[in-house]
């Protein structure tokens, strides 16, 4: 069995056994617990469950569960329920801030929360729609983490130098739509 | 601020945490110092966490799809499945009931014929000496001594095999004479397995000696085919 540190180490690396070995060790709990706790919809929850993964790996990203006190699954629980206070405002009054401050899911007010959020919907819209070369480019290094040898070899680049000048020119062209939508 | 292809590949490195302390130190001074250039790393970041969102919340899709593939194909199989084992199980009991039927039957008959073998007199060669030696190791049960005779046996055959006579009446003499003990050791070996429940090998040998010229052809026969 993995410990909590394997996992982190994993999804700090983007390895998708462990990823995808963790989302379906706790799906079943997390769906079951949610559904008989607040009475939610499969759809809803399934929804609910990936964005949670989704926050629990930038979370990872951003070092902030360096001073874990509890269980991965359980910070994944708290991750969830956070991301349902944030969907339903009824739901808001049962959970303390305290809790959710403990487990370093805030770090700021619901205001500044909910800019950031919409900031990030925002980002993730201009991202799916990019094209290839930049989709493939991007991809193999940001989340491959390729080589710039490997990415050369594989996109048929005639060198290095090639792929970081395209890379450039795709961040570029994300960047300027980015702030051309705020 | 305008970011240079040089700003990106330092703000990787500072993100995948590949720079050394004394560039770290110097980088993080520039980011405090430089509001545009801090506001640049931080655009830089975020637009890379979308990089990475996307591809993770893909990869998450595509285990979720999986996943209710593989659980439509078990929702459809258990009736299938179920019937299958039955079958299978059913079948295993048969063949297994025939196999354990006939392994009692064949032990059965190789003792009867062990008992009813006739007993061997050695006319003075090795092989034949052997032979006598086996047939007592079968009468008294000694099957673990009985194949290491029978093994030497056919070693000795194999080597006389090989010995080249004055004359060619006398080779063909002596070849004729190693058959005849080649198939005697065979039926022996054949009575052996079937008397110690080894079925498959018995019946093997059995089926060769019943399409040989083997003086134990008929009664290989009767034994392999008797139901």
Avoid at chain 2, 60 to 82: D, F, N
Wanted: glycine share 4%.
């Amino acid at each position: 069995m993995m410990t909590d540190q394997q996992i982190i180490d994993g999804f700090r690396n983007n390895d998708r056994k462990i990823i995808n070995g963790f989302y379906a060790a706790n799906k079943g709990a997390f769906l079951n617990h949610f559904r008989n706790s607040y009475g939610k919809s499969d759809e809803y929850l399934l929804d609910l469950y990936q964005d949670a993964n989704v926050t629990l790996w930038e979370n990872i990203q951003k070092g902030k569960l360096g001073k874990m006190t509890s269980t991965l699954s359980t910070y994944l629980f708290a991750v969830g329920k956070y991301k349902m206070m944030a969907n339903d405002r009824k739901f808001k009054e049962m959970t303390t801030e305290v809790d959710l401050q403990n487990l370093n899911l805030i770090d700021s007010d619901a205001e500044e929360m909910e800019e950031k959020e919409e900031k990030e919907r925002k980002i993730d819209e201009i991202v799916n729609k990019m094209t290839y070369p930049c989709s493939d480019i991007l991809r193999m290094h940001y989340w491959e983490k390729l080589s710039g040898e490997e990415i050369a070899m594989q996109m048929k680049y005639a060198s290095t130098d090639a792929v970081k000048t395209q890379k450039y020119k795709c961040m570029q062209k994300l960047k300027q739509a980015v702030m051309a939508a705020f | 601020m305008n970011t240079t292809e040089k700003d990106i590949e330092l703000f990787d490195s500072y993100m995948n945490g590949t720079m050394s302390d004394s560039d770290r130190a110097q980088f993080e001074e520039r980011l405090r110092g430089d509001e545009a250039y801090r506001k640049a790393f931080e655009l830089h970041s975020e637009v890379v966490l979308g990089i990475q969102r996307k591809e993770l919340k893909a990869m998450l899709q595509e285990q979720e799809k999986a996943g209710q593939e593989h659980a439509t194909t078990t929702k459809r199989r258990p009736l299938v499945i179920r019937i299958s084992s039955i079958l299978a199980l059913a079948a295993c009991l048969f063949i297994g009931i025939i196999i354990v039927h006939d392994a009692f039957r064949m032990a059965n008959l190789g003792g009867d014929y062990i008992a009813q073998l006739e007993q061997p007199v050695p006319r003075g060669s090795g092989v034949e000496e052997i032979l006598a030696l086996i047939y007592k190791d079968l009468q008294q049960g000694n099957y673990s001594n009985a194949q290491e005779n029978i093994d030497k046996a056919r070693q000795l055959i194999q080597e006389e095999q090989s010995i080249a006579y004055p004359t060619e009446e006398e080779t063909e003499y002596h070849q004729q004479m190693l058959k005849l003990d080649s198939d005697e050791l065979d039926w022996y070996q054949a009575l052996m397995y079937a008397k110690t429940h080894k079925i498959f090998k018995a019946k093997k040998l059995l089926k060769q000696i019943a399409k040989s010229e083997s003086s134990h052809k008929e009664e290989a026969k009767t034994l392999v085919e008797h139901k």
